[in-house]
């Protein structure tokens, strides 16, 4: 078994890596031989997509030696999706959405006849049968139904990015109002749900 986990804060001690070690711990208790594998965004910067990203359409034997190069960290960014059977990822809320350097990942990630195909009904999911939990922290809150939810370009984009690929079984936990006087109380009510995932052998998350 093996959980990817990927932290994308631009601080070490934020709240959503706190909250994604909590679940690294919670998922190694159910899968002690488990492997957990770390992808840290902010440790090093991904390649933003350039010109040699078109090689990606390209029959293998067109590929030039600096397109291979350059395709590289897709690569290796791809197999570490694809080993996985848990998904984790810390995402804080920048600007109303993702910060950037999760999108790079997401970039790097999405690549055709690897993650995605395209046949007669159109774009295809390939990546099945993964569990993939989101922790994201906000300053505010953009509860459902509440006037911020239309602000809200975090959630529904991932969502839609992740499914695009076939990453369709999704859970959210937010820790909001972490610039209000709520915030311990939110983060608590996080950690509590993560520490109240159960993973059963068949990687069905059962409970929340
Ligand atoms: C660059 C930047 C942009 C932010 N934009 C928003 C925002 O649009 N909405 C919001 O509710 N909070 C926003 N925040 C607050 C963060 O979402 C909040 O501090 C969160 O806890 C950050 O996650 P972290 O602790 O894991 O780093 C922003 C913070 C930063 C640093």
Not at 77 to 102: C, H, K, R, W
Not at 123 to 134: A, M
Not at 158 to 175: E, K, P, Y
Request: cysteine-free; overall charge neutral.
């Amino acid at each position: 078994m093996k959980l990817l986990q990927v932290d994308s804060s631009a601080r070490a001690s934020s709240v959503t890596r706190r909250l994604t070690a909590k679940f690294a711990e919670e998922w190694r208790k159910k899968h002690p031989d488990g492997e957990v594998i770390q992808r840290d965004l902010s440790a090093t910067a991904l390649p933003l997509i350039t010109d040699d990203w078109g090689a990606t359409q390209f029959e293998e034997s067109k590929i030039t030696p600096a397109q291979r190069s350059y395709l590289s960290t897709s690569d290796k960014l791809v197999e570490e999706l694809q080993a996985a059977d848990t998904v984790v990822i810390g995402a804080p809320m920048y600007n109303f959405s993702i910060p950037s350097s999760l999108k790079a990942w997401i970039d790097q990630i999405v690549r055709l006849g690897k993650t995605v195909g395209y046949g007669p009904n159109g774009p295809q999911g390939l990546l099945t049968k993964k569990k993939v939990v989101i922790i994201t922290s906000r300053g505010s809150a953009y509860e459902k139904g509440s006037v911020r939810e239309a602000f809200d370009f975090q959630e529904p984009y991932l969502r839609h990015i992740l499914g695009f690929i076939g990453l369709t079984d999704v859970t959210f936990i937010h820790a909001e109002n972490q610039a209000r006087e709520e915030a311990a109380a939110s983060f608590a009510d996080a950690a509590e749900r993560i520490g109240g995932i159960a993973i059963d052998q068949n990687q069905q998350v059962v409970a929340y």
